[in-house]
């Protein structure tokens, strides 16, 4: 039949496409997944379902012009499906190729990562043609090789297909489309089959191998503007049990049905005069760069230094992955919420809990401060939303000594800093500040000569940038310590996230940890090893400023002895509850599981059904203070 074999073929055309990607990438981390104990040949299997779902569904517009239009017509359908394989298989091949340079990065297939920074071209694209330019070059080659071949060969056989007559095209069209909504829900349960599909061993490569990157695209782009209903794939549970689990979980007492998690902290440190605060973000600066947290050496010398002046958190852990997620765990206290980050969300843009907002009655002035544009990531308004009274980024700074692809330097970034601190202190003004790094951040742009290169690697790598953002902390604490404001100051310097998550487990556990380190003339250096969060950070660092406070935080002061040795991550839309060295994991459309974490690895275990139900009312409890405007 002639309509159904030119549909067949090019049905196999996308799946020879989608094989081949898989092939190479199964070949290329091979090594990762060898020696475990997966069947890690189905995932060809199991991947072909995931191809089939995406060809059905580019397939489906063909059929229907192919069925129902009439021959009077038939030539220009012929040209439009002619241009249309053309446009999808170039960009299929596109999608393939861009697939291994993500993957490098993110231990990924291309998510909904892929498609957000479209907002964001300037610096998106400064970074692909400064990063990835042999990549491109490639790609593009061979599409244009492609594009010729199927221009110059292409048998196109619509003419046959319009031969047949037209009422019996209309009728070929129901079985037809039975066989395409058969490929494109992929099941005949009581949902279609989705991502979570792909998800069929312990081995998390195998199953990003398993997955199609098209479709990973597209189903995370539906998936983010669906975040409501997204909750309920995780399980059910009803909000008031959820709710006391987390409070009892972080240790906390409640019962203001406004503001669910708020509570008054009296301060371990109260003090007449209570001090400013400075949190210095540190753009994905990972615990294996910073020897202090046994890391490596060398890379981190500032760093390193300091650790033994004050506070060090040896054991701490990020919300996430994202930059966004590490923002508002260290300036709300809170865990990632599902979905978008809450710097990103309607709902938190006003009246979502802050530092600011907590410490503006007390009289403190505030400000974020950052070398790039404040406007990536929705950063300007939500600071300025949620109580920061003033925001210096890239346009306040006159004559940078260097502007990279993502903004002015780290040291510019901190001699800016400094001045602005000087002056607040200078007026007698109290002030609370969150600064943010911009150096560690493909394509890792930073001044020459202000570092020694790290032996063995490409000048622009990212232990190269870690250093010189070492230098520039170095150079802030050593300019604060000749101000008057030093003596007065808490500074807290820790990371947003781990520069990439890479791991064959669930979820990497070892590249969530991040360093942490609060200073202050007053400070007794000490290092906790206990297990730590951002919020936790917050939490102690608000402890040493010397106010009693009430505050929504989710996690509580070293000092105090509500602290709980727990941590919670997210790693797109999978959760992990860590208590002690017992790992609960919770993802859609899955049951959940239980590990221990013992050298840096997962090994799974005997449910604990008690931990599990905690790690699945986090997620209900974060989606539900989100869109209830709980926290604050």
């Known amino acids: 039949m002639t309509l159904l074999s030119q549909l067949i073929k090019y049905y196999f055309y996308m799946i020879a496409i989608f094989f081949t990607g898989r092939l190479a990438l199964f070949i290329l981390y091979f090594d990762s997944f060898k020696n475990s104990d997966v069947n890690y040949w189905l995932t060809f299997i199991y991947g072909i379902r995931m191809d089939t779902i995406t060809a059905c569904m580019l397939l489906l517009l063909p059929t229907i012009l192919l069925c129902f239009s009439p021959k009077l017509i038939e030539k220009l359908v012929g040209k439009f499906l002619k241009i249309y394989f053309l446009i999808v298989l170039s960009f299929l091949i596109y999608i393939e190729f861009a697939t291994f340079p993500f993957f490098a990065q993110y231990d990924v297939r291309p998510n909904y990562l892929f498609v957000e920074y479209l907002a964001y071209p300037k610096e998106l694209f400064s970074m692909i043609f400064s990063k990835y330019k042999k990549e491109l070059f490639i790609t593009f080659s061979i599409i244009a090789l492609f594009v010729f071949l199927y221009t110059k060969y292409s048998n196109d056989n619509t003419k046959k297909v319009f031969k047949i007559h037209y009422l019996k095209r209309i009728l070929l069209f129901i079985p037809l489309l039975i066989i395409l909504f058969i490929g494109i829900r992929s099941s005949f349960g009581h949902r279609p089959a989705n991502n979570s599909d792909a998800l069929y061993s312990s081995n998390r490569i195998i199953n990003e191998l398993t997955k199609n990157s098209l479709y990973s695209i597209g189903y995370a782009i539906y998936a983010n503007s669906k975040n409501s209903n997204k909750i309920k794939n995780y399980g059910k549970m009803d909000i008031k049990e959820a709710l006391n689990r987390v409070k009892k979980r972080i240790n906390i007492e409640n019962s203001d049905e406004a503001s669910v998690f708020k509570r008054l902290v009296k301060s371990n440190f109260k003090s007449n005069n209570p001090k400013n605060l400075v949190i210095f973000l540190q753009e994905s600066m990972g615990y294996q760069f910073v020897e202090a947290v046994g890391g490596e050496k060398g890379i981190t010398p500032h760093l390193n230094k300091l650790s033994k002046e004050g506070i060090l958190f040896s054991n701490l852990y990020s919300n996430g992955t994202r930059s966004v997620r590490g923002i508002a765990g260290v300036t709300s206290g809170n865990f990632s919420v599902p979905g978008k980050g809450v710097v990103k969300r309607n709902k938190a843009q006003h009246d979502f809990f802050t530092f600011s907002s907590l410490l503006k009655p007390y009289g403190y002035k505030t400000s974020f401060i950052y070398g790039g544009e404040s406007r990536f990531d929705n950063m300007k308004e939500w600071f300025l939303g949620n109580g920061f009274d003033k925001i210096i980024d890239q346009s306040k700074f006159k004559n940078p000594s260097f502007v990279g692809t993502w903004g002015v330097s780290d040291e510019d970034l901190v001699t800016k800093a400094n001045e602005e601190f000087k002056t607040l202190y200078k007026n007698k003004q109290k002030f609370a500040s969150l600064m943010f790094s911009t150096s560690n951040h493909s394509p890792f742009d930073f001044p020459e000569d202000k570092i020694a290169l790290v032996k063995d690697v490409d000048k622009k790598s990212v ?170």
Do not use: C
């Open 463 to 632: 232990k190269n940038a870690v250093k010189y953002a070492d230098f520039a902390i170095g150079k802030f604490i050593e300019q604060a310590k000749k101000e008057d404001y030093y003596k007065d100051t808490i500074f807290v310097i820790l990371a947003d996230h781990n520069v990439r998550i890479y791991g064959n487990d669930v979820l990497p556990v070892n590249m969530f940890q991040i360093p942490g380190l609060i200073l202050g003339k007053d400070i007794k250096p000490m290092n906790y090893e206990n297990i730590s969060s951002q919020p936790d950070v917050l939490a102690t660092a608000l402890d040493l400023i010397g106010l009693d406070l009430e505050y929504p935080i989710m996690g509580n002061s070293i000092f105090s002895d509500k602290k709980q040795n727990i941590s919670l991550m997210q790693f797109y839309d999978t959760y992990a509850l860590r208590v002690n060295d017992k790992v609960s994991i919770v993802r859609p459309f899955q049951e959940p599981t239980t590990y221990l974490y013992k050298n840096k690895k997962l090994i799974q275990t005997s449910k604990d059904e008690e931990l599990e139900k905690d790690a699945l009312a986090f997620v209900i409890s974060l989606d539900y203070i989100y869109n209830k405007k709980l926290y604050k």
